[in-house]
């Protein structure tokens, strides 16, 4: 050890690769892949997204696979509890109370054999399931009314509003203030001053007041990334304010996008079934959550099923989409994330 | 370059930027700023913190509305033309910026070719696809950075590979004119005298002329033939490197000179920072850029100009 002597033979250059030290190795991800991958990760919002996907397709299916004419009524038939096929499972076997007995209802309406109704019947004999798929269809095109507006109205007017600053801004987020401070209830019963009770009512009422927040958030982001160096630059390369908002300014508000939308929905869902329980929503023989809710919820001491099923739709419907934005916030926002 | 014949390329004159005019909080950013900058050559703009530097370079190339003033470029004022009119678009072509931030100067969203692609694509000049591809991977050489990282993104290059992207997307326009704001302030020492150099080699062979900012003198004087020193919101000196750097005649060129550290310790011991008293500016004289001695300006009020020249002959004695 002590006599190992160091010349200058003992050392020589390392030898470094140009090529090699600029090379870069790991797979080259977009930032939306990158999030896609964190949102894969997360267990609950997975689950959720195949819950929505299924029950999108379900709705949208049963517009032409509907077990039964949601609005067709059997007046001999009503309140039939479920019944699945000749299954006897309980709770799905066709047996209820018929005046204070527990007997098979199915016969005691001669209801023939073949026939039976998943989820019962309601107090018209219409078929229970069948109005709740069509039922959610409404709630998932308000939905998507609401996202539409979000989309269109929503962006626009906050990257107008953040882009031009000053007076326009000014003006702009007055108006917001001013549509912000009337209650959605008020504008809705305005409407119906003008519209009948309806969808229509229901989505002219969103599209007034529906995209406020999205509005907001993206002028405050728009502020910010309107004096950055990125866009200074596409600037003073000549790109035109509206390439700008497109190539530049959308692409980085795409994570507010992604998740302000997921909390929209279930807002707007929300609203639709409450309009509809007080019944300035939909309308009679139209199927809504709502309305399926008020009907249900008069006979839930003796029928609870009529209630609970619908109620159970529009629960996991709206945590369903809740839980997804919760896991979009925290892919697409990982600061966010505890 | 002091050899031929100098034809200016851009020619500022008594150029005024303020922000919020006419409301409580009116900031007069720049004031009375005149100079010339002639083809070929770098002028360097150095100041402290907060004198204007970025407003001045940002006005020049119109991000900013100059609120009143004379920008000429080419022999055509520039100053009022319309964002999107024909001339405008020109302008935008022959001009162009390099930032200081490489981490906020690209769009995180974007691929390396589309950032640097993205003024041959507003001024076509890319015939098709491939030539657009071409041009890139031209670019990307010229700055020293491997052509097979065009489809890549910003975050998976480092602060100086970033700031190349920057220049390779200025130059991508072929611009004839390049200011660059602070281009290496936020790098490691070690890679600011690469992008120094490469911009240095770029302009050879580009012939291009750069207006370069920067709030250190030393790093400055290495880079430019002239210099451009500002205090305040407005320039008060400016002459050839040597001449500022030797020669200073305004006090708080004296002031910013003797701040700089000497790497000679016998001399650095000896070095005393010179304060500036920035109270002889306020005393409501009208000060013009004054020709001192040939090719050295100073901001000066009539009554001392005579100093100037006397200091200046002191220098020559
Ligand atoms: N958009 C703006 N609105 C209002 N004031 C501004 C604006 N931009 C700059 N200013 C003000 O103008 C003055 C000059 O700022 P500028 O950014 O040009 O300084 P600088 O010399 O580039 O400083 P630094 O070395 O820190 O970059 C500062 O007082 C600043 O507060
Ligand atoms: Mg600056």
């Not at chain 2, 974007?110 to 076509?124: P, Q, R, T, Y």
């Given at each position: 050890m002590a006599d190992y002597k160091i010349n200058a033979d003992s050392f020589k250059l390392a030898h470094i690769e140009k090529e090699a030290q600029e090379h870069i190795s790991t797979p080259s991800l977009t930032f939306t892949q990158d999030a896609f991958r964190r949102l894969k990760k997360n267990k609950v919002a997975m689950v959720s997204l195949w819950i929505l996907c299924i029950m999108i397709f379900l709705s949208v299916i049963s517009i032409w696979?509907?077990?039964?004419?949601?609005?067709?009524?059997?007046l001999n038939w009503n309140n039939l509890p479920p019944k699945l096929?000749?299954?006897?499972i309980p709770g799905f076997n066709g047996h209820g109370l018929v005046r204070g007995e527990y007997i098979d209802a199915y016969k005691a309406s001669k209801v023939p054999d073949g026939t039976w109704f998943a989820l019962g019947t309601d107090s018209l004999g219409r078929d229970l399931l069948s109005r709740i798929l069509a039922g959610t269809r409404v709630s998932l095109f308000v939905a998507f009314m609401a996202t539409l507006f979000d989309l269109t109205i929503g962006i626009i007017y906050g990257i107008v509003s953040g882009w031009n600053g000053g007076m326009i801004d000014n003006i702009l987020q007055r108006i917001i203030e001013i549509i912000s401070s009337v209650p959605n209830l008020v504008v809705v019963i305005l409407m119906l001053l003008v519209f009948k009770p309806g969808l229509l009512s229901i989505i002219v009422a969103i599209a007034f007041t529906g995209w406020v927040t999205m509005a907001r958030l993206i002028r405050a982001q728009t502020l910010q990334l309107r004096d950055q160096e990125f866009i200074l630059a596409a600037k003073t390369l000549g790109e035109s304010p509206i390439k700008i908002a497109w190539k530049h300014l959308i692409p980085n508000l795409s994570s507010t996008i992604i998740i302000q939308t997921m909390f929209t929905i279930p807002t707007a869902i929300f609203f639709e079934a409450f309009l509809s329980y007080i019944g300035i929503g939909i309308p009679a023989p139209k199927a809504s959550l709502g309305t399926l809710l008020s009907d249900g919820q008069k006979n839930f001491r003796f029928l609870p099923y009529q209630m609970v099923y619908p109620a159970i739709v529009i629960s996991v419907l709206m945590l369903a989409f809740n839980l997804l934005a919760d896991g979009l916030r925290d892919a697409f926002d990982p600061r966010s994330a505890r | 370059m002091a050899e031929q014949k100098k034809e200016v390329l851009v020619s500022v004159k008594d150029l005024q930027q303020f922000f919020n005019?006419?409301?409580?909080?009116?900031?007069?950013?720049?004031?009375d700023i005149t100079f010339d900058i002639y083809r070929g050559e770098t002028l360097g703009l150095v100041g402290e913190s907060g004198s204007g530097k970025t407003t001045t370079g940002r006005a020049i190339i119109r991000l900013y509305k100059p609120t009143s003033g004379e920008i000429m470029f080419n022999g055509k004022d520039i100053a009022k033309l319309k964002n999107g009119s024909k001339e405008m678009q020109e302008f935008r072509r022959e001009t162009q910026m390099i930032f200081q931030d490489p981490y906020a100067s690209l769009?995180?969203?974007?691929k390396v070719k589309d950032i640097i692609a993205e003024g041959i694509d507003i001024h076509h000049l890319a015939k098709n696809d491939k030539d657009r591809d071409e041009q890139v991977a031209n670019l990307l050489e010229l700055v020293g950075?491997?052509?097979?990282?065009?489809?890549?993104?910003?975050?998976?290059?480092?602060g100086g590979q970033r700031q190349r992207i920057g220049i390779a997307r200025a130059l991508a326009v072929q611009p004839q004119f390049i200011i660059a704001?602070?281009?290496?302030?936020?790098?490691d020492v070690s890679i600011q005298a690469q992008v120094v150099n490469l911009l240095k080699e770029i302009q050879e062979k580009r012939n291009l002329t750069y207006l370069f900012i920067a709030h250190d003198l030393s790093m400055v004087k290495y880079i430019s033939d002239r210099i451009a020193v500002m205090h305040n919101g407005r320039l008060v000196e400016l002459s050839t490197a040597s001449e500022v750097y030797n020669h200073p005649l305004h006090p708080y060129t004296k002031s910013l000179l003797s701040a700089i550290p000497i790497p000679d310790p016998e001399v650095e011991r000896k070095r005393r920072p010179q304060p500036y008293?920035?109270?002889?500016?306020?005393?409501g004289q009208k000060r013009t850029m004054v020709?001192?001695?040939?090719e050295h300006f100073v901001y000066a009020a009539a009554g001392e100009v005579e100093g100037y020249k006397a200091a200046a002959a002191a220098y020559n004695a």
């Amino acid at each position: 050890m002590a006599d190992y002597k160091i010349n200058a033979d003992s050392f020589k250059l390392a030898h470094i690769e140009k090529e090699a030290q600029e090379h870069i190795s790991t797979p080259s991800l977009t930032f939306t892949q990158d999030a896609f991958r964190r949102l894969k990760k997360n267990k609950v919002a997975m689950v959720s997204l195949w819950i929505l996907c299924i029950m999108i397709f379900l709705s949208v299916i049963s517009i032409w696979f509907s077990p039964h004419n949601p609005n067709t009524q059997h007046l001999n038939w009503n309140n039939l509890p479920p019944k699945l096929g000749n299954l006897n499972i309980p709770g799905f076997n066709g047996h209820g109370l018929v005046r204070g007995e527990y007997i098979d209802a199915y016969k005691a309406s001669k209801v023939p054999d073949g026939t039976w109704f998943a989820l019962g019947t309601d107090s018209l004999g219409r078929d229970l399931l069948s109005r709740i798929l069509a039922g959610t269809r409404v709630s998932l095109f308000v939905a998507f009314m609401a996202t539409l507006f979000d989309l269109t109205i929503g962006i626009i007017y906050g990257i107008v509003s953040g882009w031009n600053g000053g007076m326009i801004d000014n003006i702009l987020q007055r108006i917001i203030e001013i549509i912000s401070s009337v209650p959605n209830l008020v504008v809705v019963i305005l409407m119906l001053l003008v519209f009948k009770p309806g969808l229509l009512s229901i989505i002219v009422a969103i599209a007034f007041t529906g995209w406020v927040t999205m509005a907001r958030l993206i002028r405050a982001q728009t502020l910010q990334l309107r004096d950055q160096e990125f866009i200074l630059a596409a600037k003073t390369l000549g790109e035109s304010p509206i390439k700008i908002a497109w190539k530049h300014l959308i692409p980085n508000l795409s994570s507010t996008i992604i998740i302000q939308t997921m909390f929209t929905i279930p807002t707007a869902i929300f609203f639709e079934a409450f309009l509809s329980y007080i019944g300035i929503g939909i309308p009679a023989p139209k199927a809504s959550l709502g309305t399926l809710l008020s009907d249900g919820q008069k006979n839930f001491r003796f029928l609870p099923y009529q209630m609970v099923y619908p109620a159970i739709v529009i629960s996991v419907l709206m945590l369903a989409f809740n839980l997804l934005a919760d896991g979009l916030r925290d892919a697409f926002d990982p600061r966010s994330a505890r | 370059m002091a050899e031929q014949k100098k034809e200016v390329l851009v020619s500022v004159k008594d150029l005024q930027q303020f922000f919020n005019l006419g409301k409580k909080d009116e900031v007069r950013a720049i004031q009375d700023i005149t100079f010339d900058i002639y083809r070929g050559e770098t002028l360097g703009l150095v100041g402290e913190s907060g004198s204007g530097k970025t407003t001045t370079g940002r006005a020049i190339i119109r991000l900013y509305k100059p609120t009143s003033g004379e920008i000429m470029f080419n022999g055509k004022d520039i100053a009022k033309l319309k964002n999107g009119s024909k001339e405008m678009q020109e302008f935008r072509r022959e001009t162009q910026m390099i930032f200081q931030d490489p981490y906020a100067s690209l769009n995180p969203r974007m691929k390396v070719k589309d950032i640097i692609a993205e003024g041959i694509d507003i001024h076509h000049l890319a015939k098709n696809d491939k030539d657009r591809d071409e041009q890139v991977a031209n670019l990307l050489e010229l700055v020293g950075l491997n052509p097979d990282h065009a489809t890549r993104y910003p975050h998976e290059f480092s602060g100086g590979q970033r700031q190349r992207i920057g220049i390779a997307r200025a130059l991508a326009v072929q611009p004839q004119f390049i200011i660059a704001d602070e281009p290496i302030s936020a790098l490691d020492v070690s890679i600011q005298a690469q992008v120094v150099n490469l911009l240095k080699e770029i302009q050879e062979k580009r012939n291009l002329t750069y207006l370069f900012i920067a709030h250190d003198l030393s790093m400055v004087k290495y880079i430019s033939d002239r210099i451009a020193v500002m205090h305040n919101g407005r320039l008060v000196e400016l002459s050839t490197a040597s001449e500022v750097y030797n020669h200073p005649l305004h006090p708080y060129t004296k002031s910013l000179l003797s701040a700089i550290p000497i790497p000679d310790p016998e001399v650095e011991r000896k070095r005393r920072p010179q304060p500036y008293d920035s109270s002889m500016e306020e005393d409501g004289q009208k000060r013009t850029m004054v020709e001192i001695t040939p090719e050295h300006f100073v901001y000066a009020a009539a009554g001392e100009v005579e100093g100037y020249k006397a200091a200046a002959a002191a220098y020559n004695a």
